[in-house]
């Protein structure tokens, strides 16, 4: 049974950055899509970033220019590079992965505060 397991959160002032790391257990990481969402409070969950199987990279418009997302294969690792934080970036945010024909999986979540 795969999971996934998030780290990197934390507590910064607005323009300041942060990474937030994914590390995919018991799972065949190479052949899954990675996404980030992230979940404010009182709003629905929104996707932020996805890196597919194949290394191509879609953003929300509200991050393109600010966030990265990148995937470490050998490390079954993805990331998300966030610059230029903004308080409305403030939220909860989640590792998700997907392979067509398997399970789905999301990680615990992990906060993210930025102050201004």
């Known amino acids: 049974q795969g999971r996934l397991v998030e780290s990197g959160g934390g507590v910064v002032y607005s323009g300041g950055s942060l990474r937030l790391s994914c590390v995919a257990e018991?799972?065949?990481?190479?052949?899954?899509?990675m996404s980030w969402y992230r979940q404010a409070p009182g709003k629905q969950r929104e996707l932020v970033a996805t890196?597919?199987?194949?290394?191509?990279?879609i953003y929300a418009d509200s991050v393109k220019g600010r966030f990265i997302i990148s995937r470490d294969n050998p490390k079954n690792t993805a990331s998300l590079e966030m610059n230029n934080l903004k308080p409305e970036d403030t939220a909860v945010y989640y590792c998700?992965?997907?392979?067509?024909?398997?399970?789905?999986?999301w990680g615990q979540g992990t906060q993210v505060t930025v102050t201004s």
């Open positions: 998700y992965s997907i392979r067509e024909g398997y399970a789905e999986y």
């Open positions: 890196i597919t199987s194949d290394h191509k990279s």
């Open positions: 018991d799972l065949i990481f190479r052949h899954r899509d």
